[in-house]
């Protein structure tokens, strides 16, 4: 399982999914332009000491990210408001990769057409979105749910085969 940012713009956010990645065993991707410097101090405050602990690619662009995932064969799984599916009816694969739009814009057009699926969390209708370290920490936990074999070293089960 993966997780993909695109161009995220808020440093706690992306320091705080960064986080998530390590405690979950889950290599991330960051797809740039990012609105921030790595070296910004609230990404080193959201992501702590665990920031050394994540898989962790960085994408120049948007077709450097399709290079590579052409290349290594994964799903495209995005996450976004536009989409009709439940993140809650949908099978995912362990080697699909979890896709998370920048914050202010979401993802572009391309990327959704690029998507081989397209995912909502669905909330109450006068509600506009969830934050996206929120979202990216339940989709991650129901796509682990569905495919883990359990987590590295925890002694935590997955599910029953």
């Known amino acids: 399982m993966q997780i993909a940012l695109f161009q995220p713009d808020i440093p706690q956010n992306t320091g705080t999914i960064l986080r998530l990645c390590a405690c979950l065993d889950v290599s991330a991707h960051i797809i740039e332009p990012a609105g921030f410097d790595t070296s910004d101090r609230n990404f080193r405050r959201a992501g702590m000491d665990y920031l050394d602990h994540v898989r962790l690619k ?56 690029a998507a081989d699926a397209r995912l909502v ?27 883990s074999s359990g987590f590295a070293g925890s002694g935590i089960a997955g599910p029953a085969t």
């Open 58 to 113: 960085r994408h120049d662009s948007w077709s450097k990210f399709e290079e590579w995932r052409a290349e290594a064969a994964c799903r495209l799984v995005v996450f976004t408001t536009r989409a009709a599916k439940s993140y809650l009816d949908f099978s995912y694969t362990a080697s699909d990769v979890l896709l998370f739009g920048r914050e202010t814009a979401g993802v572009t057009d391309a990327v959704v057409a």
């Open 121 to 147: 969390i669905p909330i109450r209708p006068t509600m506009r979105s969830l934050n996206v370290a929120v979202t990216a920490a339940m989709a991650v936990g129901e796509a682990l749910r569905q495919t």
